[in-house]
């Protein structure tokens, strides 16, 4: 059974870092592409950043520059690392993994993924 973990998220000023950490399990083959995703409060879930099998990367416009999204020595640890956060970054910040092939980009719509973490929460006060 997959399961997918996130660790690290917290309160914390605006200015501030947090690294975000998504650990899986459960697994032995490789996932096509790995997201974050977050959602806040009356909001739709949006991608954060992916992150496809060979490295390549995306990022929302709202987050480039501030956020970076890497892989673990261990093909099943996922990070994010944020800088310069913001108060509108407040939100639950999810993990996704992809399984299937969709091309060389990685997807970002939240349905595309068939892997889930449970969230972890990012609340920046100004």
């Known amino acids: 059974q997959v399961q997918l973990v996130e660790s690290g998220g917290d309160s914390v000023q605006a200015g501030g870092s947090l690294r975000l950490s998504c650990a899986g399990a459960g697994y032995t083959f490789t996932m096509y592409c790995m997201a974050w995703f977050r959602q806040a409060p009356g909001k739709e879930r949006e991608a954060v950043a992916t992150i496809g099998r060979t490295g390549s990367t995306t990022y929302a416009d709202s987050v480039k520059g501030r956020f970076t999204i890497s892989k673990g020595s261990t093909k099943n640890t996922l990070y994010l690392q944020m800088d310069s956060l913001k108060p509108e970054d407040t939100a639950m910040y999810y993990c996704?993994?992809?399984?299937?092939?969709?091309?060389?980009?990685?997807?970002?719509?939240?349905?595309?993924?068939?892997?889930w973490g449970q969230g972890t929460q990012v609340t920046v006060s100004s």
């Open positions: 996704a993994a992809r399984s299937l092939w969709s091309g060389p980009t990685c997807v970002t719509t939240s349905s595309d993924y068939n892997y």
